[in-house]
């Protein structure tokens, strides 16, 4: 079984920046795909990056040039930098990781979210 747990959330100012962090604990054999996700109050939880083994990374339009997502694979890691961060950002912080364990079997977890609050 995979463990899925994020960190750094929390109230930041306008324009203001946060690092997140998500790590996969378990018998992981490798992650495939790891991506962030949020749900903001009343909304249908929507991507907002995601990256593969090999570093490609994709984003949604709302938060180009602003975040960056990236990965260490020896820690089963991914990280989200949100910089010039916007009231509009508020929303719960889901990671998610998508890969294999040593069994062969397939995973696809998600963490239990990370709030991100964004107001003066």
């Known amino acids: 079984q995979v463990q899925v747990a994020e960190s750094g959330g929390g109230l930041v100012q306008p324009g203001g920046s946060l690092r997140l962090s998500c790590a996969g604990t378990?018998?992981?054999?490798?992650?495939?795909?790891m991506a962030w996700y949020r749900q903001a109050p009343g909304k249908q939880r929507e991507l907002v990056a995601a990256?593969?083994?090999?570093?490609?990374?994709n984003y949604a339009d709302s938060v180009k040039g602003r975040f960056t997502i990236s990965r260490d694979n020896a820690k089963n890691t991914v990280y989200l930098q949100m910089n010039s961060l916007k009231p509009g950002d508020t929303a719960v912080y889901y990671c998610?990781?998508?890969?294999?364990?040593?069994?062969?079997?397939?995973?696809?977890?998600w963490g239990q979210g990370t709030q991100v609050t964004v107001s003066s």
């Open positions: 998610n990781l998508g890969g294999i364990y040593y069994s062969g079997s397939y995973f696809n977890n």
């Open positions: 378990g018998s992981i054999s490798k992650i495939y795909t």
């Open positions: 990256i593969t083994s090999g570093g490609s990374a």
